[in-house]
């Protein structure tokens, strides 16, 4: 089974100061993990995707993320936080059998919050 | 733009009365999903279509159907909600089911029980 950790449910930083936000993944096969945001009353939109090729992954609004196989970690960065950007963020994997993906299982979220 | 469209986007039912949530997508995708995200949590999925092919989630309650008339149509059937059923229900689509592929989600359909 696969599982996902967030850690920090609130993660508050200065407009123009560094974004990070955590995950560590849980595998027991290699992972496909994603990052997804949520507006208020919103779906959630893909920020970016590790599927095995390049570790750092570069999405979309400023966002990136590395992976880490010796941390099982997969954190979501910006280096420059925009009012904009606040929102809940979802760090999520793949679960997957034999015969396929079979959905996606999300940590808790982290909710960012922007000061001004 | 090819999309993933719910409706309605609120939905208001009564305890015990019969609903249905209904998703479509321009996409042409093989998959399509369900989740439940209840306030402050994380998705969950209820169930998933691979084309025809239904598949449910051992955890997902009785009370939860989906049918899936043709490609671009899902449906979610709650028999008799109850309160605890209050949540935004997410419907998700993927290409197919290699997991390297990302799901693309409607905007929800928020749930209130009364």
């Known amino acids: 089974a696969q599982s996902v950790t967030q850690l920090g449910s609130h993660v508050s930083v200065s407009e123009g100061a560094l974004v990070l936000l955590r995950c560590n993944y849980s595998s027991s096969v290699p992972p496909y993990l994603f990052w997804y945001v949520q507006y208020p009353n919103q779906g959630l939109q893909l920020l970016l995707k590790?599927?095995?090729?390049?570790?750092l992954v570069k999405g979309i609004n400023g966002f990136e993320a590395e992976f880490k196989k010796s941390e099982t970690s997969f954190h979501l960065t910006k280096p420059s936080a925009h009012m904009s950007d606040a929102a809940e963020y979802f760090c999520a994997v793949t679960s997957y059998s034999g015969g396929g993906a079979d959905g996606l299982t999300f940590g808790k979220g982290t909710h960012l919050i922007i000061q001004p | 733009d090819a999309m993933v469209i719910q409706n309605p986007r609120y939905q208001v039912t009564q305890f015990g009365k019969p609903v249905t949530l209904s998703c479509s997508q321009t996409l042409n995708h093989n998959v399509m999903y369900w989740y439940q995200q209840k306030s402050s949590q994380a998705p969950k999925l209820l169930f998933h279509?691979?084309?025809?092919?239904?598949?449910n989630e051992a955890d997902t309650p009785d009370n939860f159907q989906s049918r899936r008339p043709n490609t671009s149509f899902c449906f979610l059937d709650i028999r008799s909600p109850g309160l605890g059923d209050a949540a935004m229900y997410l419907c998700?689509?993927?290409?197919?089911?290699?997991?390297?592929?990302?799901?693309?989600f409607g905007p929800g359909t928020r749930l209130t029980v009364t």
């Open positions: 279509y691979y084309d025809k092919d239904f598949n």
């Open positions: 590790y599927t095995s090729a390049a570790t």
């Open positions: 998700a689509t993927s290409k197919t089911r290699d997991p390297r592929y990302e799901q693309y």
